[in-house]
C-alpha cells in the first residue's frame, strides 16, 4: 500500500514528460500567420500537443465607435472587418438597414449587388487558395493568378473609385450607375480569367506534393464543425450544404442558376477544392447578373426620398433637394425602433450584423457575427497531433482574416 | 413550425409555457428568466423535432435605464432543419449579472462569452475559461457599457442629445 506523499510523487512523475514540451510563439507578426495573430504552441519534437490563440491585436472598437455614427457612416467601419472582400461586407450593412428602414429595394439594384459580391468572393478565394499554394511552397501560382486580383480591385475602381477599402453603394442602390468600363472590363475578365485559373487548378490539385501536404491535415466532422460554428466553405467542405445563398436567399439570389460544391472530410485540400468550385458557381452568378443588368431601365438606387441623397444638381437648384440632403448629411433620418439581425454569406462564412435601433440617428448597439472569430476556436483541436508546417497550412486554408477576427 | 408549436413542444418538455412573440422582421423572439436559460437551449438543442445545433450569435446589450435588469444577452439560436432562427434573451441586474455558461452545448459559444465578458462584464457560470479576449488582460473597465465614453467627454458636439437621444 502506498502512502499518499508516495502516490502525489508517482502522479507527478507521470505528468512530467521527460524531456519538457517546447514552448513556440507562433506569431503574432510571423510572416507565414498573414495577420496579426499568435499561436503559443507546445511541441513534443515537431509534433504539435496543445496550442493556444491570443487574438485581438488589431482591435479597433468599431461596435463601440458605431454607436455613435449615423448609418452612412458605418459603411467604412464595414470595409475593414473583411478587408480581402469589402463590397460584400459593405452590401451586407446596406441591406441590413434597409430591412431595418422598410426599403424596398429594385430588382436591377439587386442584381448590380450580387455581380459586385460575387466579384468580391472570386477575389478572396483567389487570395486564399493562392496563399495556400504558397505556403506548400508553390510560389508561382499566387504571383500567376494574383494579377486577376488586381484585375477585380481595377473593377471596383470603375464602380466606387476605391481599391481595397470600397465603402461602395450606399443605404437604398449605388451612388451612380455602373458606368460601360465596368461591363467591359467584367467582360473580359469572364473570358481570360477561367483559363488562368484551369492552370492555375492545374498546377496544385492533382500535384503529389500538395497533395501530400493537405489531405488529412486539419480535418474536421461535420459534428464538431457545426458544434464549433463554422459557416461557409470550412462547413462545406465537412458535406453540409448550408449557403446562405441558397437557403435563406437575399438580394434576389433565388433568381440565379447556381450550385453549392460540398466536400467530404472536412480538411485542407477539401477546402481548397471546395473554394476552387465556387470561383467557377460565382462566375456563373457573374456572368448572369451582366445579362440581367444590361437588358433592364438603368435605375441605380431605391426611390427614398428620405434615405438616399438627392442628385448633386438638384441640390444646388432645387430647395426640397438641399434640405434632404442636408438632414441625410447630418443623419437626421426616421429610423423605427427596432431589432434586426440580417446575415450575408461572406466570402468565409456567415457575415451577420445584428443592428439594434432606439430610433436614434445612430445603432444603440451594433454586433457584427464575424465568422471567423468564431471558427477560428477550434484551431488547436485542427492541429493537435500534426506538424509545425501543418499548422502553417492548416491556418492559412481557414482563411482567417485578422480586421474580421478582431474587428 | 409555427410559434404555437414550438411552444407547445416546450411546454411538454420543460413544464413551463414560454411565450414566443414574432417581431416585426419575421424573427422569432423568446424571453427568458436567468434560471431557465439553460434548460431551454437544452431542450431547443436535444428535441428531434426542432434540433437547434447552431449557436449564430451571442452578444450583449447594456440598458442603463431599465431598474435590475441593465444589462441583457442575446442568443441566436438557428434550426438547420426547419430553417428557422431564434432569438433569446435574459437580463440580469448590473450588480450581479451571473448568467448560466452555454458552451456545455455549444462549443463556438466559448469564445463568444468571453467577448461578452470582455465588454460588458457578464459573469458566465461554468465557463471553463473566463478571461479577456479582444481587451488586454490589465483593463479595469468594461467598455461597451453605455458610461464608458468613446469620445473626451468634455465634448458638446458628441453629446447624446445630438443622436436624437
Known sequence: ?407 | MTTEQIEQLLLNTTGQSHQLSLDGYGVMNLQLKVNQLFGVLLQLYKDPELEFHFLTDLCGIHYPDRKDEELCVVYHVHSMKLRTRLRLKVYVPIEKPEVPSVTGIYGSANWMERETYDFFGIQFVGHPNLRRILNMDEMEAFPLRKEFPLEDPMREDKADFHFGR
Request: hydrophobic letters at 40%; a negative charge; charged letters at 25%.
Open chain 1, 1 to 407: 500500500m502506498k502512502t499518499n506523499q508516495e502516490f502525489i510523487a508517482g502522479l507527478e512523475a507521470f505528468e512530467k514528460p521527460e524531456i519538457p514540451y517546447t514552448t513556440l510563439n507562433l506569431g503574432p507578426t510571423h510572416p507565414a500567420t498573414h495577420g496579426i495573430f499568435q499561436n503559443v504552441l507546445q511541441l513534443d519534437g515537431e509534433r504539435i500537443v496543445t496550442g493556444e490563440q491570443t487574438v485581438g491585436y488589431i482591435h479597433r472598437a468599431f461596435e463601440k465607435i458605431a454607436e455613435r455614427r449615423p448609418f452612412y457612416q458605418i459603411t467604412p467601419l464595414t470595409d475593414r472587418l473583411n478587408y480581402c472582400s469589402a463590397p460584400i461586407n459593405n452590401m451586407g450593412w446596406h441591406l441590413t438597414v434597409e430591412k431595418l428602414l422598410g426599403i424596398a429595394v429594385p430588382k436591377r439594384v439587386d442584381y448590380m449587388r450580387v455581380m459586385v459580391m460575387e466579384l468580391a468572393r472570386v477575389a478572396d478565394h483567389i487570395i486564399c487558395n493562392s496563399i495556400l499554394g504558397v505556403d506548400t511552397g508553390a510560389l508561382t501560382g499566387f504571383t500567376y493568378v494574383y494579377q486577376w486580383r488586381e484585375f477585380i480591385y481595377e473593377i471596383y475602381e470603375e464602380i466606387c473609385g476605391a481599391r481595397l477599402t470600397t465603402n461602395m453603394g450606399r443605404v437604398g442602390g449605388f451612388e451612380r450607375d455602373f458606368n460601360p468600363i465596368v461591363f467591359e472590363k467584367t467582360r473580359k475578365f469572364l473570358k481570360e480569367f477561367p483559363p488562368v485559373w484551369r492552370e492555375f487548378e492545374s498546377l496544385l490539385t492533382r500535384n503529389r506534393i500538395f497533395m501530400d501536404r493537405t489531405i488529412d491535415t486539419g480535418a474536421i466532422t461535420t459534428e464538431r464543425a457545426l458544434n464549433y460554428g463554422f459557416t461557409g466553405p470550412n462547413l462545406r467542405a465537412c458535406g453540409l450544404d448550408y449557403d446562405l445563398r441558397a437557403v435563406e436567399p437575399y438580394c434576389s439570389y433565388e433568381d440565379f442558376q447556381f450550385d453549392v460544391p460540398v466536400g467530404t472530410t472536412g480538411d485542407t485540400y477539401d477546402r481548397f477544392l471546395v473554394r476552387n468550385e465556387e470561383i467557377w458557381q460565382s462566375l456563373r452568378i457573374i456572368e448572369q447578373a451582366m445579362l440581367k443588368i444590361e437588358s433592364m431601365d438603368p435605375i441605380y438606387h431605391a426611390d427614398a426620398d428620405h434615405y438616399y441623397l438627392p442628385p448633386k444638381q438638384e441640390v444646388y437648384r432645387n430647395m426640397e433637394a438641399l434640405i434632404y440632403h442636408f438632414k441625410i448629411i447630418m443623419g437626421e433620418i426616421e429610423a423605427p425602433v427596432g431589432e434586426v439581425y440580417h446575415a450575408v454569406e461572406g466570402a468565409n462564412g456567415e457575415l451577420g450584423y445584428y443592428l439594434i435601433s432606439d430610433g436614434g440617428r445612430s445603432p444603440y448597439r451594433l454586433h457584427f457575427r464575424r465568422p471567423c472569430f468564431i471558427y477560428y476556436q477550434a484551431y488547436p483541436e485542427m492541429v493537435r497531433g500534426q506538424l509545425l508546417s501543418d499548422a502553417i497550412v492548416v491556418m492559412s486554408s481557414l482563411n482567417v482574416i485578422a480586421g474580421e477576427l478582431d474587428a
